[in-house]
T-cell receptor, first 112, second 113 residues
Framework: ETGVTQTPRHLVMGMTNKKSLKCEQH?????MYWYKQSAKKPLELMFV???????ENNSVPSRFSPECPNSSHLFLHLHTLQPEDSALYLC???????????FGQGTRLTVV | AQSVAQPEDQVNVAEGNPLTVKCTYS??????LFWYVQYPNRGLQFLLK??????LVKGSYGFEAEFNKSQTSFHLKKPSALVSDSALYFC???????????FGKGTHLIIQP
């Protein structure tokens, strides 16, 4: 409904699994973002892509690997995660500059 | 570095009364300020923003916010609260030229019938 679609909505994975989160935006924006939302903590900006180029990586562990093949798609590849990585992962997009970001519904990730 | 503080974890308001959700910020340059709302199991929805111009900004669902440069605040307000306004509210800031938004920890707004 917001023009940013995330799949899957829910994901349960073991610590040895490899999975990917997908985000697609239909708004013609040129910047995309991954945020992590954990209980009782502020949203944490993880990665920023502008025109498909990664411009920010906020000290995110290497078990999270982003990929941006074009300005409409963003992936977050996950491998050997820890239980503390369980959270809501939010994708957002914006037109780089002053405008607001539009968020997807999020993927609720549980690591067991 | 930019930062946002939302001093209240929860705000309780009776339906029909005015509401205020507080936000203060810290940036080294010009601030671009935003309010978002999040309903359970949903993403964040944009409510309003301040970039420049009039200090009183009007947004969606009857919400407004006042930018106060001297107090570095951007409080969210609504004249008459509805039960359906109950949700988690986030204040965010972007410093001019920076990528991404920095969010506060959020404030739970509970409107009691």
């Amino acid at each position: 409904e917001t023009g940013v679609t995330q799949t899957p909505r829910h994901l349960v994975m073991g610590m040895t699994n490899k999975k990917s989160l997908k985000c697609e935006q239909h708004l013609g924006h040129n910047a995309m973002y991954w945020y992590k939302q954990s209980a009782k903590k502020p949203l944490e900006l993880m990665f920023v892509y502008n025109f498909k180029e990664q411009t920010e990586n906020n000290s995110v562990p290497s078990r999270f690997s982003p990929e941006c093949p074009n300005s409409s798609h963003l992936f977050l590849h996950l491998h050997t995660l820890q239980p503390e990585d369980s959270a809501l992962y939010l994708c957002a997009s914006s037109q780089r500059g002053l405008t607001e970001a539009f968020f997807g519904q999020g993927t609720r990730l549980t690591v067991v | 570095a930019q930062s946002v503080a939302q001093p209240e974890d929860q705000v309780n308001v009776a339906e029909g009364n005015p509401l205020t959700v507080k936000c203060t910020y810290s940036v080294s340059g010009n601030p671009y300020l935003f309010w978002y709302v999040q309903y359970p199991n949903r993403g964040l929805q944009f409510l309003l923003k301040y970039i420049t111009g009039d200090n009183l900004v009007k947004g969606s669902y009857g919400f407004e916010a006042e930018f106060n440069k001297s107090q570095t605040s951007f409080h969210l307000k609504k004249p008459s609260a509805l039960v359906s306004d109950s949700a988690l509210y986030f204040c965010a800031v972007r410093e001019g030229g920076a990528d991404g938004l920095t969010f506060g920890k959020g404030t739970h707004l509970i409107i009691q019938p």
